[in-house]
């Protein structure tokens, strides 16, 4: 059993998730990096060992649920216990499946595919660690959405993606709702737009600046709010 706190990151083998991972060890975690290639997840793993810092990779597509169980077993087995999971793992694929952006062309593959693993994956999984997260007695869930679901803001194309983000972002208010008084916050944030393979190399901001609300709130102590949409420290319209 791990005497230091752990926390798990879907996404973990690069870009954010990445980051996320490296910045977590460095605060004295110990991470698993969830990754669905786990020969991509052991280098990066590797890498962040030879930094001193305690990670370690596991294998976890979030959308197969054989996956979800497995790692909570395992968790169950050799750590027992979840003090932070980062619900960071997203695709957007609009476009890349042979049709435009455009919602008006948008195929029920993409949107399922999207929703499947920027919604369900990460439902799936608290569901699967929250026995663990309720044996800590307090934990810190951290859902990784984007402003492309804010429905306040909303704007055309990405369909896929920004459903399946408005969807994650009501996983969140519900989840909140039902786990009120129970010592586990979960919160979603958006990173802004950072220079990721997702994002982009002209994105405007750093991998580090892209994670930092992610960090915040996965690491804030007892009296932290619950149910609230994140970026740059500050709560935003859903
Ligand atoms: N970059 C931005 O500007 C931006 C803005 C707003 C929100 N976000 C959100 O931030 C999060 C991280 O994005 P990023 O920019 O770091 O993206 P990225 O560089 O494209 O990395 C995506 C990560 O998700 C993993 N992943 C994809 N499908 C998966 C699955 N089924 N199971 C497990 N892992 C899976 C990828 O693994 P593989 O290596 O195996 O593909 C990779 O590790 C995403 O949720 C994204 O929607 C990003």
């Known amino acids: 059993m791990n005497d230091k706190s752990v926390a798990v990151v879907t996404g973990g083998n690069r870009g954010m998730g990445l980051t996320t991972c490296k910045v977590l060890a ?6 698993l990096m969830g990754c669905r290639n786990l020969e991509m997840g052991e280098q990066a793993a590797r890498d962040l060992r030879e930094k001193k810092l305690s990670v370690e990779a596991v294998k976890l597509d979030v959308a197969s649920l ?9 968790l169950s087995d050799k750590h027992g216990r979840v003090d ?10 609009d476009g890349q499946l042979g049709e435009a952006a455009s919602i008006c062309d948008a195929s029920a593959d993409t949107l399922k595919r999207s929703f499947e693993v920027n919604t369900v994956g990460p439902v799936m999984l608290i569901n699967a660690l929250l026995p663990l997260m309720r044996q800590s007695g307090s934990a810190n869930i951290v859902n990784i959405s984007s402003g492309m679901g804010q429905l306040s803001d909303m704007g055309g194309q990405y369909a896929g993606y920004r459903i399946s983000k408005t969807a994650l972002n009501a996983v969140t208010a519900i989840f909140a709702a ?14 802004g737009w950072v220079r990721t393979d997702m994002g982009g190399s002209n994105a405007e901001r750093t991998l580090e600046e892209g994670v930092d609300t992610t960090i915040w709130l996965a690491t804030s102590g007892d009296n ?8 740059d420290r500050q709560l935003i319209d859903w």
Not at 66 to 74: G, H, K, R, S, T
Not at 84 to 93: Q, S
């Open 224 to 231: 932290q709010q619950s149910g609230g949409f994140y970026r």
């Open 66 to 74: 054989e996956d979800i169980n497995a790692l909570a077993i395992y």
């Open 84 to 93: 932070v999971l980062i619900n960071n793992a997203g695709i957007l694929i």
């Open 26 to 31: 460095e605060r004295g975690y110990h991470v």
């Open 178 to 191: 039902e786990l009120e008084g129970s010592g586990i916050t979960i919160n979603a944030v958006c990173p």
